[in-house]
């Protein structure tokens, strides 16, 4: 009989625990017809809806009593242009995000608008479900925003174009993103060595972080390196800077000086640059753990005192303060330098296209024009917001309090192309407000000053970023003499890349490794480009070669 | 039970004991690193000082971890989960199981519904369509969506059929002598008898429940909906550099949590920690008894 009671009794709890749940769920589902009824649709004729996807951030803090549904971004673009912004789902990150637009394109399910990325823009334009944009564009889109989006004489516009129509809007940004070389400074002068201007300069210097150990750990290296260091997206701890000063480059296509693209990644500098990345590793220079770490990890290296040079993009300082500042002190001291050439040649950056993703726009959508209204709104908020318009940047409070609200803009598009270099290091150094334009000019500057003026040393990085011998100081100089290297093609995937490049990529990288650690000589590398050219490489350079003599400009 | 053991003998369990401990201490590695890293202070994680032991022993990653309230309610939507999708799938598999057990000549077409759930196992609709099937009966962005798609297993199924096939037919015939349906059968005499092997299949179905992130990813529409491990891969995915674009570098600065994420991934983990000493006893007896047969 107690038995029985207690089997009774567990079956009462789970079943009211169920009942719980369901009653929970119901609620929500029952909340949100109720709310469609209340949107003005009505009142106001010129408020059009829009919907789109968005992907929430670990950063995006909403103020009190404000979600995706309702916050005060969206009430603004609604009072402003009269576009009222629906969310068909929103994913918690930038990854999910990427899943979940797949999930949408595969079972037909598209909202108004959305950012896909350049395979996808192809393979929809094909699929002919996404809206030709190229009348809508032209008849809404304001001066401001066509001259903002061709600042870099329309490259960017052109890979959304196929067979004349603009079928995208591209979700733009500064493409100049030059990588440049770190170095502990304090270590060059404890060890009286000269500033890195030759790659000879550099490897000297790596060998003396070696052997002099002036972190005194006890197990120097000289040069931080993560697993997957010729990939583009490793934008620290990364080698392609490493190629550059050899004159090579990673998987590019460049003119072979006969009017023909030839991949970058089987011409004989790489060779060079090879053999002295394998000499660097006989002599230690080169963790040989790299292969195994994440760029977290390898960067604790340089956290450690284990090694004093890295390359990476201009942001890294904010990478490094992690070990630079301690307890509000600056206990390592970084330089920038730009990259050193091999020869008496300049080396040259080697950068993409500044543009991955696109905004594309649904055949069912309604309000086509909806969308470039928010373009061009987005545009003059970002760029010269009235102090109303900081809604759009920080919410309804108008001050900055860390909560990323221009998150949550739906369309958002960069500049092409900025003139930090040329303001930012002069301004901090002269302490001169006056001189600086933009939004990402002042919030710059202020940060900086907090370092100049010593409010908050942590700030350390934004002044090696934008400080007069920061990053940003070196861009003009490589801005002016072209010292860049572009892709030159800038279509989609062709047929044999989108079948073999992955594979490619990945023989090379072993072969690459080898070399480098020495398992196998140098001479490898021929072995590999006569592979490479087998394994599906002619036939794309081919492919590239008909697409180049219909795009040459 | 003393035996006289050769040489030989004691040198394998020797070596037996020592490959097995060291296989289980490779297994107990991860997760002291893990809670060695949550109660270390940051600067000292990132640094990479910490293996095994906390260094600057702290709490404050916990303290992070309870306050953030998107945690507490995945963890929520995950005990709903478990709790809501664990009684469905055991209803439904014991209520399976049991008719399939019976032979041929009491339940006719007993082979073609057997092929009908092994026909599962091996074909599925894949991705898209389960989408489109759990999108159009309304279910996205619900708890039912994490629920009801794979309520069935059907490997729990065969585990529990054999498991019946292997009771005395007797049982059966004396209940039904007595004046018993099927179904007062299946619960009077059918469930109680098999309580070890519902166990193995109620862990089993519960672990996974815990466990699975992606279909949380895919059917929920809101943030706020997503069970723990869906929440757990976001912060534990890292953030692709080339999509750092210039307004995202300052995100960089404070990326270092590592602590907290360590201490995520250990209060995730520890609720499946507990229940495995309790039910383990009938873990391994369960699958045994489901698979000998007399």
Partial sequence: ?553 | MRTNRSFGRKLFLICNFIFLASVSLLCLMPIIHILALSFSSGQAASAGKVILWPVEFTTAAYANVFGKPEYLRAFWVSIQRVLIGATISMFLTIITAYPLSKDSRQFRLRTFYSWFFVFTILFSGGLIPNYLTVKNLGMLDTIWALVLPGAVTVFNVILLLNFYRSLPKELEESSLLDGAGQFTTLWKIYVPLSLPALATTGLFTMVGHWNSWFDGMIYMNHPENYPLQTFLQTIIIKMDFRFIKPERAELLIKLSDRTSRAAQIFVAAFPILIVYPFLQRFFIKGIVMGSVKE
């Fill in chain 1, 1 to 553: 009989m107690k038995k029985k009671s207690r089997i009774l009794l567990i079956v009462a709890l789970i079943l009211s625990l169920t009942i719980t749940a369901c009653g929970k769920t119901t609620n929500e589902g029952e909340k949100q017809p109720e709310k469609q009824p209340e949107t003005p649709v009505e009142q106001k004729n010129e408020v059009i809806e829009v919907s789109t996807v968005s992907a929430s951030d670990q950063y995006l803090k909403f103020d009190e009593g404000e979600s995706f549904e309702k916050n005060s971004v969206y009430d603004a673009y609604e009072k402003d242009i009269g576009v009222k912004l629906t969310n068909k789902w929103v994913s918690a990150d930038d990854v999910q995000f990427k899943e979940k637009v797949k999930m949408s394109i595969a079972s037909n399910d598209l909202p108004d608008f959305m950012k896909v990325n350049a395979t996808q823009l192809k393979e929809l334009t094909e699929a002919d479900m996404i809206m030709d944009i190229t009348d809508v564009y032209d008849k809404n889109a304001t001066d401001e925003t066509k001259k903002f989006l061709s600042m870099d004489g329309g490259m960017q516009l052109k890979t959304a174009t196929f067979d004349g129509k603009l079928m995208g809007i591209p979700s733009s940004y500064n493409p100049y993103q030059y990588q440049f070389l770190y170095v502990r400074t304090d270590w060059l002068k404890k060890l009286n060595l000269p500033e890195p201007k030759t790659m000879a300069d550099l490897l000297t210097i790596a060998e003396a972080f070696k052997t002099k150990d002036p972190g005194g750990t006890g197990k120097p290296h000289g040069i931080a390196i993560s697993k997957d260091p010729f990939n583009q997206s490793t934008a620290v701890t990364g080698l392609i800077a490493f190629l550059n000063s050899y004159h090579a480059y990673e998987n590019l296509w460049m003119e072979d000086g006969n009017g023909n693209l030839v991949n970058s990644d089987i011409q004989p500098q790489v060779k060079d640059a090879l053999k002295a990345l394998q000499e660097m590793f006989k002599k230690g220079l080169i963790d040989p753990e790299f292969v195994v770490k994440d760029v977290e990890k390898a960067a604790e290296l340089l956290y450690n005192n284990n090694a004093g040079i890295v390359y990476g993009q201009s942001w890294v300082p904010a990478q490094l303060a992690k070990g630079a500042v301690k307890d509000g002190k600056v206990v390592q001291e970084w330089g920038v330098f730009p990259i050193p050439s091999v020869d008496s040649e300049p080396a040259r950056s080697q950068i993409g296209l500044g543009v991955d993703e696109y905004y594309v726009i649904s055949k069912q959508a309604k309000h086509p024009e909806g969308v470039i209204k928010l373009l061009n709104h987005w545009i003059v908020v970002d760029n010269h917001p009235t102090p109303e318009q900081k809604v759009y940047e920080y919410g309804k409070d108008l001050k900055e309090k860390g909560n990323n609200y221009w998150l949550l803009s739906p369309l958002r598009v960069g500049k092409q192309k900025d003139n930090n270099g040329e303001i930012l290091p002069r301004a901090i150094e002269n302490k001169d407000e006056s001189i600086l334009e933009t939004k990402d000019h002042k919030t710059r500057y202020e940060r900086a000053m907090k370092y100049v003026d010593g409010t908050d040393i942590n700030m350390w990085w934004e002044y090696l970023i934008s400080g007069p011998k920061g990053a940003y100081s070196l861009v003009p100089e490589i801005q002016n003499n072209k010292q860049y290297l572009q892709n030159k093609f800038y279509g989609a995937p062709t047929p044999t890349m989108a079948d073999r490049q992955e594979i490619l990529k990945k023989k090379r990288d072993e072969v690459y490794f080898k070399i480098m650690m020495n398992q196998v000589s140098v001479d490898e590398f021929d072995k590999f480009v006569e592979e490479w050219k087998k394994l599906g490489g002619d036939e794309m350079t081919k492919e590239v070669n008909e697409w180049y003599a219909t795009h040459k400009q």
